[in-house]
């Protein structure tokens, strides 16, 4: 009777044998699919691992940026006034605001619409800090009629203003990784219709 040591706890054990009748283990070509799925095994896991490490680390530096946001407060013939909170965990620098509106007190019926840049201050807004802005109105924001902010507190008055939404303002930022970045908020001005959509 040939003998051969088992792959496992190297006792002697018949050549033939399929498992090792000391320890249990699986010889021959069966001992090596395990081993291969050990390993395959191993790879699926450090492959699994270092995906995870990747999505956060990206996450992390992702998260190290500035996040503004924009909301217009209140139009009046004096001022336009519009807030800008941070939620990101770097300061932002902002630095310009264009304001977007019909031509007219009337809607135009070819949907153009006429693009103003404010006069506005660089100013820097802190994570978790909020900033009010109020510009001087000039005869250009004359057209703009604001609605009561009182009114638009209210969920469904304020969506059924939804269609009076015909101006928007985009504020233009540099974040802390100096990219410039902007964002556009629709808000309700005059004329105080529905318009079409902008292009």
Do not use: W
């Amino acid at each position: 009777m040939s003998l051969k040591k088992c792959n496992s706890c190297k006792q002697e054990i018949h050549e033939d044998a399929r498992k090792c009748h000391y320890c249990g283990t699986p010889q021959g070509y069966k001992n090596i699919a395990n081993i291969i799925s050990i390993y395959a095994g191993a790879f699926i896991a450090v492959a699994a691992l270092v995906t995870i490490a990747i999505d956060a680390g990206k996450n992390l530096i992702d998260d190290e940026l500035a996040s503004l946001n924009l909301s217009i407060a209140d139009i009046n013939d004096n001022n336009f006034n519009f807030v800008v909170s941070n939620t990101g965990s770097k300061p932002g620098v902002v630095y310009d605001l264009t304001i977007q509106h019909p031509p007219s007190l009337e809607c135009s019926k070819d949907g153009g619409y006429t693009m103003h840049r404010a006069q506005l201050e660089n100013s820097v807004i802190e994570p978790g800090k909020t900033q009010s802005f109020s510009i001087k109105t000039n005869n250009l924001y004359k057209i703009f009629a604001g609605f009561d902010p009182h009114a638009l507190s209210d969920k469904a008055i304020a969506k059924k203003l939804n269609d009076y939404k015909v101006c928007s303002a985009k504020l233009t930022y540099l974040d802390f990784d100096n990219t410039h970045k902007s964002l556009e908020v629709d808000f309700h001005c005059n004329p105080q219709g529905i318009c079409p959509k902008k292009l």
